[in-house]
């Protein structure tokens, strides 16, 4: 079955050389029961580990079946394993957080992709543990843990099992009870290879080797070799593995059983997480509240407006011509604009003031705008309750308002405004409309003026002959350049401005551009705000990093184990990396909870706009998934880079 051919292995102590084999030639037949002895540093655990497949030896040769491994790589030997090989280690090497019967199911993880009580339980019964199955390992004595170590070996009937003192740290009765376990094994056809340093355990085998310096001394004949069983071929043996997305969910399973037996810690690098995500979903809430609000505060400025204000007009050296007569512009001004410039939908004359309104016994200060019908439509102020005036109101400078939401508030106290006379400055207007509630925009109200016809203001109101701008509407967003440079000229001749006083006679202001300048800023804030929260993320992400680090030296004989018994490196892999993922998804969706919490509360303690959308949600979870990917997998890669050998001997 096994044939080893000079084979030597030695180790690097220091400045000297250590010879652990030394030219070691042996062969075992199937279903032979070896027992391999010598004292301490004889090289007899470094013969069986590499009988085992564990180790590589440095030169020589090695056969299974006649089929060369001595120079396979990590993954084949691992492969080999699965179902040619079963262990029986000295310190048992059973999982404190499994029950017996997981750990005995354990190895048709890697051969089959999946966990098989029932299989686990049938071997359980074979060696007397009918009744503890369910149990962990600190619940069971020493035998009891060796005899669990016993079933693990037998559960893929391995054509070979390899025991490394297997009765070192029992008691007699123990004693006697594991060597009747692996007796019965050998008589079903199970090749048995035994390290051991007792001779009465020595002399139970079939047959006898002895070892010292590396070297065999001795090898002798005890008992005749059994009737060979026939037992399954190596190629039959190794074929079986787990694959596809039922072995990644054993591994998230396993990944979760592993995170819920470290619940502090877990909870500890989840905690970054849950911070980072939430702070990310938080600013982004609060720029796109702030970017909603804005742009519905905007949006009564209108869309693709040009403004036309006058300047003051100076003479020589900067003083004020005339006595400082400034540019007026009149009605007929903004019906010129409309008529001769292309491109113009409307031209809007507005005046502005203030005014003390009353009613009854109320009154209240206000602001005043005199405009004509459109400017509702172009400020989407159209009134939701009554009407807006009409053009032929404003020829006949009607006494009509529509007013804002706060002066009802102030002055009605709940009664219906329609059709109620208020006095403006001791002059009575009609109230026809509500304006649309707005809400206030710093330091001013939007829902605290009132609205009328632009010749009744000027001249009915305000006493003037002129109007304080007009708003030009502009068809399109590519015209507005067009239109803004016609606005400049016409204005210039029609006014007769010099070239030197050009400058300064009157301005034009571009909406449009004023709002995307707004937006923008809004933007970049919340941009930076973001990436700002996205540090507290990439903090989480290396704490999740640094306990992954720590759970792999925690677990590097588990993780030893584990290669022991079939595990590739991808396996070891993917299950650190999964618990990783696991806790940065847990930590995201927690993050995402906590950010709608502070959004909500704030919204109501405060009356900030905030606005999570899904968008967000999204970006965060994939964030958060992408952390635990990418710092998680460092430590997966050292974990799974980790010798087998160096990893169980590791303390």
Known sequence: MLELRNINKSYRMGDSTVYALRNVSVTIESGDFVAIMGPSGSGKSTLMHIMGLLDVPESGSYLVHGREVAQLNEDDLAVLRRRVLGFIFQQFNLLPRMTAAQNVALPLFYSEGKLQAERAHDVLDAVGLGTRKEHRPNELSGGQQQRVAIARS????????????????????????????LREMNERGITVIMVTHEDEIGQQARRLIRMRDGEIQSDERLA??????????????????????????QHFVQGTSTLAANKVRTSLSMLGIMIGVAAVVAMLALGKGAQSAIERQLSSLGSNLLVLRSGASRGPGGARSEAGAVTRFTVEDADVIEQRIPGVREAVPN?????????????????????????????????????????????????????????VRELFEGRNPIGELIKINKVNFQVIGLLPEKGASGFRDQDDQILMPVETAMHRLLGKDYVDYIEIEVESTEAMDSVEERTEELMTRRKRVPPTRQDEAFSIRNMAEIQNALSESTRIM?????????????????????????????????????????ARRADILWQFLIESVVVSLVGGVSGIALAVLITTTLSAVSGW?????????????VFSASVGVIFGIYPARKAAQLNPIDALRYE
């Open 224 to 249: 005749p070799l059994p009737k060979p069983q026939n037992p399954p071929t190596l190629s039959e043996a190794a074929q079986k593995g787990g694959s596809g997305l039922s072995h990644i969910w």
């Open 351 to 407: 005046v502005n003031g203030r005014g003390q309104v009353t009613f009854g016994n109320k009154n209240w200060s206000t602001s005043l705008i005199g405009s004509t019908p459109s400017y509702a439509r172009m400020h989407s102020m159209v009134p939701d309750v009554g009407r807006m005036f009409t053009e032929e109101e404003n020829q006949k400078r009607a006494r009509v308002a529509v007013i804002g939401r706060t002066l």
């Open 154 to 181: 037998m559960i893929n009937k391995p054509l070979m099992v390899l025991a490394d003192e297997p009765t070192g740290n029992l008691d007699s009765k123990s004693e006697k009870e594991i060597m009747a376990l």
């Open 526 to 566: 919340t941009l930076l705000l973001s990436v700002i929260a996205s540090i507290s993320l990439l903090v989480g992400g290396i704490g999740i990093m640094n306990i992954m680090l720590v759970s792999v030296t925690e677990r590097t004989r588990e993780i030893g184990l584990r290669k022991a018994i079939g």
């Open 609 to 621: 706009n905030t606005s999570i959308t899904a968008s967000s949600v999204t970006l965060a979870f």
